[in-house]
C-alpha cells in the first residue's frame, strides 16, 4: 500500500507543483502583475506584420466618428438658432467625413510611383488655387478673409489642400536627392522658396494658422532629411519672430497674444473666449455632466463646434474624455513614427514621419491653447473640430499612413505569403510592392559616388543578397547550405567595399534588396524570395542571383 501511495504521489505532486506553479502566476497576474500582462499583450500585438496598418484602421475609425458625434452635439444650439435645423454643420460634416472616406481608400489603392509621379502636379495645381482664390468674385469673402470655394454648397478651403501636396512634394524632392553629404543648397532649393510662396499667399487671405501649419511641413521635411542642427535652429527661429510679428500687425492677433501674457484684462473682450473654454472644461469636471448636455454651446462660448470643441469634450464627457482624446493622438504618433522608423522607402519615410509630426502638432497646439496653455491661434483639432476640407486632407494624410503601414517590409511579406485576407479580398486592395530603387536613383547614387572622389568602377554582376534567417528557414535548412569559397582578388575588394545589410537598417543609397520588377532588371534582385519568385521566375536562395552559377544541390 504504500509503494503504491507513493507513486500517485509522486506523479500527482508534479502535477500539483505545475499547477501550483500556474495558481500562483495566475494569482500574480490577477492582483500585482497585471502591468506585465498587459505590456506582454502590446508587444505582441505590435510583433504580428500588419499591427501598423490595423492600428491607423482602428484610430482613424474611432476618431471619425467620435468626431460626428461631438459636432453633432457641440453645433446643433448654433445650427438651430441660425438655421433653423440642429442638424445643418452636422449633415455637412458627415458629407465630408464620407468623401474623406473615399479619399482614405483611393490612397490605399495607389502605386507609391504613382504618388510620386503626381506630386509635383499636385503641388502646381494647389498653389494656383491659392491664387485664384484672392481674386473677387472668384473666392468667396466671409468674415473679412477670402479663403474659400463654394462648389455646389459646399465650402472648399485650398490652403488645406496644400498641406497634402506640400508633404507629398517635399518629401519626394527630398528622397530625390538624398545623399550623405548633400549640400545646404540642394536642402532648401526649390523647397524653402516654394514654401515661402505658399505663405505669401495665405497671409494675403488672411490665414496666419495655417501658416504655421506649413512652417512646421517644411520643419519637419528638412530635419528628417538631415539639416544641419545649427541651420535648423536658425530657420526655426526665424519663423518663429515671423510669426510673432504677424501676430503682433494685425489688431485682433494682438490682443490674442498680449491677453495670453496678461498685458490685458478684458473678459467681455480679447479673452473671452479662452475664459469661457476654462469655465467649460471647470463645468466638466472629472466625469463630465453628460453627453449632449453643454452650457456652454448655448452661445456662450463662440466656435464652440470648430476651434473650441475640446472645450465641450472636457465639458460633456469631463477628464476622462479629454484625457482619451489625448491618448488618441499619442497612440497616433507612435504608430506613425513606427511605420516611419520601419519603412526602408527614403519618400515613405520622410512622407510618414512628416504627416506624423503635422496632425500631432495641430492637435496639441489645439488643445493647448483651450486650456491655456497657449495663445488663441485658430489651429483645428484634427477630424474632431468642424470643417470639411481639414477633414477631407486628414483623411488623405491617414490613408497615405496606411498605405506606407502596408509597404513595410514585414507587412509587404506577409501578404505576399500567406495571401491578402477576407477583408483585404473584400476591399480589393493590391499586393504592395516591395521598395527598389529605380534606375534614375542608381544613376544618381553612382554620379554621387564620381563626385565624392571615387575612381568609376566597371559593371559588375550582383552578388547574392543577405538573406534574413527566417527567410532562409522557409527555402531550407541551414543545414543543407553547402559551403562557398571565399571571394579572391577584385571580388574581395569588391565584398569589402559594398556595404552590409539587414532586415531592418537599411543602405539608403541601395535600398533593401527588394524584387526586380521587370523581366531582365539586373540592379535589385532580391533578399526577399517571394518577390523575385513572382517577377523573374527564378528563387534567388536556391538558384543564386542572375548570372552566377552555384554547385548543384540534391533534391530532398
Not at 343 to 355: E, G, K, N
Request: hydrophobic residues 45%.
Amino acid at each position: 500500500m504504500a509503494a503504491r501511495s507513493e507513486a500517485p504521489k509522486k506523479t500527482t505532486g508534479t502535477d500539483t507543483n505545475a499547477t501550483g506553479r500556474k495558481k500562483d502566476s495566475t494569482a500574480d497576474t490577477a492582483g500585482g502583475s497585471w502591468p506585465a500582462a498587459v505590456v506582454e499583450a502590446v508587444r505582441n500585438l505590435l510583433a504580428r506584420p500588419l499591427a501598423s496598418y490595423h492600428l491607423i484602421l482602428t484610430i482613424t475609425l474611432l476618431l471619425t466618428v467620435f468626431g460626428l458625434v461631438m459636432v453633432l452635439s457641440a453645433s446643433s444650439v448654433e445650427g438651430y438658432s441660425k438655421d433653423g435645423s440642429a442638424y445643418g454643420l452636422f449633415a455637412t460634416q458627415m458629407i465630408f467625413a464620407l468623401l474623406g472616406l473615399v479619399v482614405f481608400y483611393a490612397m490605399l489603392r495607389l502605386p507609391v510611383r504613382f504618388l510620386r509621379r503626381m506630386a509635383a502636379p499636385l503641388m502646381v495645381i494647389t498653389t494656383i488655387l491659392l491664387a485664384l482664390v484672392l481674386v473677387p468674385g472668384i473666392g468667396t469673402l466671409s468674415q473679412g478673409a477670402r479663403r474659400w470655394f463654394v462648389i455646389g454648397g459646399l465650402s472648399v478651403q485650398p490652403s488645406e489642400l496644400v498641406k497634402v501636396a506640400l508633404c507629398l512634394w517635399g518629401a519626394h524632392l527630398l528622397a530625390s536627392r538624398r545623399r550623405d553629404n548633400a549640400s545646404l543648397k540642394e536642402l532648401l532649393i526649390p523647397l524653402v522658396p516654394v514654401a515661402l510662396l505658399i505663405c505669401l499667399l495665405i497671409i494675403l487671405e488672411p490665414n496666419l494658422s495655417t501658416t504655421i501649419t506649413i512652417a512646421i511641413i517644411v520643419g519637419a521635411l528638412l530635419w528628417f532629411a538631415g539639416l544641419p542642427i545649427k541651420v535648423f535652429l536658425t530657420f526655426a527661429g526665424v519663423g518663429v519672430a515671423i510669426a510673432v510679428l504677424l501676430a503682433l500687425v494685425e489688431g485682433y492677433r494682438s490682443q490674442r497674444v498680449l491677453s495670453f501674457l496678461g498685458s490685458i484684462d478684458d473678459p467681455q473682450g480679447a479673452g473671452y473666449q479662452a475664459r469661457q473654454a476654462t469655465y467649460a472644461l471647470a463645468n466638466g469636471g472629472v466625469f463630465g455632466v453628460g453627453l449632449g448636455q453643454s452650457r456652454a454651446k448655448w452661445n456662450y462660448l463662440p466656435n464652440a463646434h470648430n476651434d473650441f470643441i475640446f472645450a465641450i469634450i472636457g465639458e460633456e464627457l469631463g477628464l476622462i474624455g479629454g484625457l482619451l482624446v489625448v491618448v488618441l493622438f499619442a497612440v497616433l504618433a507612435f504608430i506613425g513614427f513606427r511605420i516611419a522608423s520601419r519603412s526602408v522607402d527614403p519618400f515613405l519615410r520622410l512622407m510618414t514621419a512628416t504627416i506624423t509630426v503635422l496632425i500631432t502638432a495641430q492637435a496639441f497646439i489645439n488643445i493647448g491653447y483651450v486650456v491655456g496653455l497657449l495663445p488663441v491661434t485658430g489651429i483645428q483639432l484634427p477630424l474632431l473640430s468642424a470643417g470639411g476640407t481639414s477633414t477631407l486632407t486628414i483623411l488623405a494624410m491617414l490613408g497615405l499612413l496606411a498605405s506606407a503601414a502596408r509597404h513595410e517590409p514585414e507587412a509587404v511579406a506577409a501578404l505576399r505569403t500567406s495571401g491578402p485576407s477576407r477583408g483585404v479580398r473584400w476591399l480589393r486592395l493590391p499586393a504592395p510592392v516591395p521598395y527598389r530603387p529605380s534606375r534614375a536613383d542608381q544613376l544618381r547614387d553612382r554620379l554621387d559616388g564620381r563626385r565624392g572622389g571615387r575612381a568609376p568602377q566597371a559593371p559588375r554582376r550582383p552578388q547574392p543578397a543577405k538573406v534574413p534567417r527566417w527567410a532562409v528557414l522557409r527555402h531550407r535548412s541551414p543545414a543543407a547550405e553547402p559551403p562557398s569559397a571565399p571571394p579572391t582578388g577584385r571580388r574581395a575588394a569588391t565584398a569589402r567595399q559594398a556595404p552590409r545589410t539587414s532586415a531592418i537598417r537599411v543602405d539608403y543609397r541601395t535600398g533593401y534588396s527588394g524584387t526586380a520588377g521587370r523581366r531582365g532588371d539586373r540592379g535589385a534582385t532580391g533578399a526577399y524570395g517571394w518577390g523575385a519568385t513572382r517577377s523573374t521566375g527564378r528563387d534567388p536562395v536556391r538558384d543564386g542571383a542572375p548570372g552566377r552559377r552555384t554547385p548543384t544541390r540534391p533534391r530532398r
